[in-house]
């Protein structure tokens, strides 16, 4: 990509942006971990917010597009997909082109469920699907303080940053 442009550093830098609504449902998928909730989450896939969000930053470091691209949902093979499966299907498109994931930041939005005591299990997973340390993986939360649809508990929204370096 920029390697023969020695003025450009051999980084790239992506970042992803998801939402899902609650629905029916009795958990969630975050982060390839199943949480007890009062709800479920509407989605085609298992609605992993923070795996898309990832895969949406995984992908848009190297300009790949988007996930709706990679995983339509049009497409009946998604149906119900293990979202842990496109994470590990990113991170192959990006080896291919000889990069990998340095490290992953990424927030979780929602009043509830509390994110904090599934959090370690999250980045074990993210890191086991990235072949990286779970140390490079960080998963935060917050509120948005009762305002807007997370705040009214209508649904789950997360943000991911990934830095790729040469593989
Ligand atoms: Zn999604």
Same mark, same amino acid.
């Given at each position: 990509?920029?390697?023969?442009?020695?003025?450009? =550093?051999?980084?790239?830098?992506?970042?992803?942006?998801?939402? /899902?609504?609650?629905?029916?449902?009795?958990?969630?998928?975050?982060?390839?971990? &199943?949480?007890?909730? +009062? &709800?479920?989450?509407?989605?085609?896939?298992?609605?992993?917010?923070?795996?898309?969000?990832? *895969?949406?930053?995984?992908?848009?470091?190297? %300009?790949?597009?988007?996930?709706? @691209?990679?995983?339509?949902?049009?497409?009946? @093979?998604?149906?119900?997909?293990?979202?842990?499966?496109?994470?590990? /299907? *990113?991170?192959?498109?990006?080896?291919?082109?000889?990069?990998?994931?340095?490290?992953?930041? %990424?927030?979780?939005?929602?009043?509830?469920?509390?994110?904090? =005591? /599934?959090?370690?299990?999250?980045?074990?997973?993210?890191?086991?699907?990235?072949g990286i340390a779970p140390d490079a993986v960080s998963i935060k939360a917050?509120?948005?303080?009762?305002?807007?649809?997370?705040?009214?508990? +209508?649904?789950?929204?997360?943000?991911?940053?990934?830095?790729?370096?040469?593989?």
């Open positions: 990509m920029n390697s023969s442009n020695p003025a450009i =550093p051999d980084i790239r830098i992506g970042q992803g942006f998801d939402v /899902h609504a609650f629905g029916e449902g009795d958990h969630l998928v975050i982060g390839g971990v &199943r949480v007890p909730h +009062e &709800r479920g989450i509407v989605a085609h896939s298992d609605g992993d917010v923070v795996l898309h969000a990832l *895969c949406d930053a995984m992908l848009g470091a190297l %300009a790949l597009g988007d996930i709706g @691209q990679h995983f339509p949902p049009s497409d009946p @093979q998604w149906k119900g997909a293990d979202s842990r499966a496109f994470v590990r /299907h *990113c991170n192959q498109l990006l080896a291919e082109q000889g990069w990998r994931v340095g490290n992953v930041d %990424a927030t979780v939005v929602c009043e509830r469920p509390k994110i904090g =005591p /599934h959090a370690p299990a999250m980045r074990d997973n993210i890191a086991s699907d990235l917050t509120t948005s303080e009762k305002l807007g649809f997370t705040g009214r508990g +209508e649904g789950i929204a997360a943000q991911a940053v990934c830095l790729l370096v040469r593989a």
